[in-house]
């Protein structure tokens, strides 16, 4: 249900100092384009933020790849108003140094009473807030893209749940997350039964508009996938959790296609109002990103209200029905 996310304005999302056409305007004297500029750039595009929002981008993605990874986002939520806030702090190690990024998002989530085609509908609004610190200069900050997104969820029995979310990324004017519009589809698939959380989640991304931004070669679409395979042991949450991205073709000369895999441990907690979780992922693969990046990551649930009939004991976003 982490929802926010916007990347930096760059093609090249990562943090490599190696980049093809600049997204981001990056400009020097004499209209030529630092490596430092551009790997800022590039590293900003590849980190992202939250489900709910927008921050920054791993991959070009408005969506940050593993964003919603620990969620059952394929079940039905019990009735009720949920706060969903997350925060990572990361490092990519390219050639030109260590750049740390931090995203921090916070959701609303609704799971209202109302079904539409058999499926319960959930709605969800984001915004994220990402800060950059380049080597040797003065952390940038800045709010992202909002999100907007409304989500269909079906019960389709012997605990698996199945879910599609529309949303869309607002236009912002942060200079260092993306600025286009963009739609956002999303599929998932749980499996909640006795105590696990195996879920997959696949989103897929299209920017809106024929023009980028002054400065920006263009904007990929993207495809991201967050998987999750947990279970409880009475109030604890432990297990693996991995997520991937890819730029899809753009069919604009000179980009250069990104892409990575990241693999990590998720260890939650249950305090009763509140659902903790806390995961470490590490890329084991990337693409035109210059280097790998490492990276922690805390989520709190909060049920602002709830129906405590409907949801089961000790899990927060899932319902009775669906976890016998």
């Known amino acids: 249900m982490d929802m926010p996310h916007g990347t930096a304005r760059r093609r090249d999302r990562r943090m490599g100092a190696s980049i093809g056409p600049l997204r981001t305007g990056d400009r020097r004297e004499g209209g030529r384009r630092g490596p430092r500029r551009r790997t800022l750039a590039a590293a900003f595009l590849a980190s992202g933020a939250f489900l709910a929002g927008s921050g920054a981008a791993l991959a070009g993605s408005a969506a940050q790849p593993g964003q919603s990874v620990g969620l059952p986002v394929g079940a039905q939520i019990p009735h009720g108003l949920y706060l969903i806030t997350a925060s990572n702090f ?143 042991f009475g109030k604890w949450q432990v297990g693996a959790v991995a997520f991937a991205s890819t730029d899809l073709p753009t069919g604009v000369a000179g980009t250069r296609s990104q892409g990575q895999i990241a693999v990590g441990g998720l260890v939650g907690y249950n305090f009763g109002p509140v659902n903790l979780q806390a995961f470490v992922t590490r890329d084991v693969i990337d693409r035109n990103y210059g280097g790998r990046d490492t990276r922690a990551w805390l989520r709190a649930v909060i049920p602002l209200y709830q129906d405590k009939q409907e949801a089961a004991p000790g899990r927060t976003l899932v319902t009775r029905e669906q976890s016998r």
């Open 90 to 232: 990361g490092v990519r190690d390219t050639a030109s140094g260590a750049l740390p990024l931090n995203v921090n998002t916070m959701t609303l989530a609704w799971a209202t009473p109302w079904d539409l085609l058999g499926g319960r509908v959930q709605l969800f609004a984001g915004i994220p807030y990402s800060a950059i610190g380049p080597q040797d200069r003065a952390w940038q900050s800045g709010v992202g893209q909002p999100l907007l997104a409304g989500q269909l969820a079906w019960d389709l029995g012997g605990d698996v749940g199945f879910s599609y979310l529309l949303g869309g990324y607002f236009p912002s004017r942060t200079g260092i997350t993306t600025q286009a519009p963009s739609l956002t589809h999303r599929f998932a698939l749980s499996y909640v039964g006795n105590d696990w959380n195996l879920t997959g989640h696949l989103f897929y991304g299209h920017f809106l508009g024929d023009r980028p931004p002054a400065g920006v070669a263009t904007y990929p679409d993207y495809m991201n996938l967050d998987l999750t395979a947990t279970k409880k």
